[in-house]
């Protein structure tokens, strides 16, 4: 089984692509360190490429990418770029919304191409898949969500701010029509994580708070992915996840313990 793991808000700059990269990277570790052979993959999705950026070496190894998978009809596989024995990357590189436009022009099915194109491929190659989403949902987004109805897990992070939680407000609202349409009739917000988490909080961030729990209640992880500098430090170092960067990183124990509560509960509710 392949569990699917969208990392969505309609509201940018609240650390998608950091919890992505930090999901993604530690569950690969993780697979090494039981020498299995299982992998996982990240997929890009965020015309803003970060993840993309940080994992990738070199830049010169990305032949192809998404958009050559759906406008030049090029083989999954070969746009797959190799991280690590367990971690590989489907990038951005090149012009996303060229893909929303081809998308467009379509006149029947144009919401289920991500599923043609790529849902058996991912079933049949890796045991878990990241996507790192933009803020807007657009076709492409949209074709992302609805990939997979097996195995589907939203996780929606958040700051605690009321903005934040205005765009996991709004990503319900959208996930819901989705189901109403019958696009996907498993989706929905599974995990909410607090990301940008510190010690010491504002009355804002305190009432914030109090407003995230009241709305989400029960979806709310207990760990949260808090500040800490080592995190963007490995990710622009383009390390293959947190340790690589620093073994004896301050940030690995509440990182690991955030991962390890997502795929115990992933793995409960499947």
């Not at 570790?29 to 996982?40: G, N, T």
């Not at 190894?61 to 070969?78: H, Q, R, V």
């Not at 939680?165 to 929905?188: C, D, H, P, S, T």
Request: hydrophobic fraction near 40%.
């Amino acid at each position: 089984m392949t569990d699917i793991l969208h990392v969505y808000n309609s509201k940018g700059g609240v650390g998608k692509s950091s919890l992505s990269w930090v999901i993604g990277t530690t569950l690969a570790k993780h697979l090494e360190a039981a020498e299995s052979s299982e992998k996982v993959l990240i997929i890009d999705l965020d015309i803003q490429k970060n993840i993309s950026t940080c994992l990738v070496k070199n830049p010169d190894e990305i032949e192809y990418s998404l958009s050559d998978i759906f406008i030049n009809g090029t083989a999954p596989e070969k746009a797959i770029v190799n991280v690590s024995d367990n971690l590989d990357l489907l990038p951005s590189e090149g012009d996303l919304d060229s893909v929303t436009n081809y998308l467009s022009t379509i006149t029947m099915g144009r919401e289920f191409q991500f599923k043609e194109k790529l849902e058996s491929f991912l079933k049949e190659n890796y045991r878990i898949v990241v996507i790192d989403y933009p803020p807007n949902i657009n076709l492409l987004t949209l074709n992302a969500l609805i990939v997979s109805e097996e195995a589907c897990h939203v996780v929606v992070p958040v700051e605690l701010s009321f903005l934040s939680l205005a765009g996991a407000v709004q990503v319900e609202e959208q996930l819901n029509k989705i189901r109403k349409y019958n696009l996907n009739r498993n989706i929905g917000i599974d995990y909410v994580c607090i990301v940008k988490d510190n010690i010491s909080r504002s009355n804002h961030a305190k009432i914030s708070q109090s407003e995230i729990e009241g709305r989400f209640q029960e979806k709310i992880l207990k760990n949260t992915l808090k500040q800490s500098i080592d995190i963007p430090n490995a990710m622009v170092s383009k390390s293959t996840n947190l340790w690589d960067y620093d073994p004896d990183t301050k940030a690995g124990d509440f990182v690991n313990e955030l991962v390890v509560e997502l795929w115990q509960k992933m793995n409960a509710n499947s």
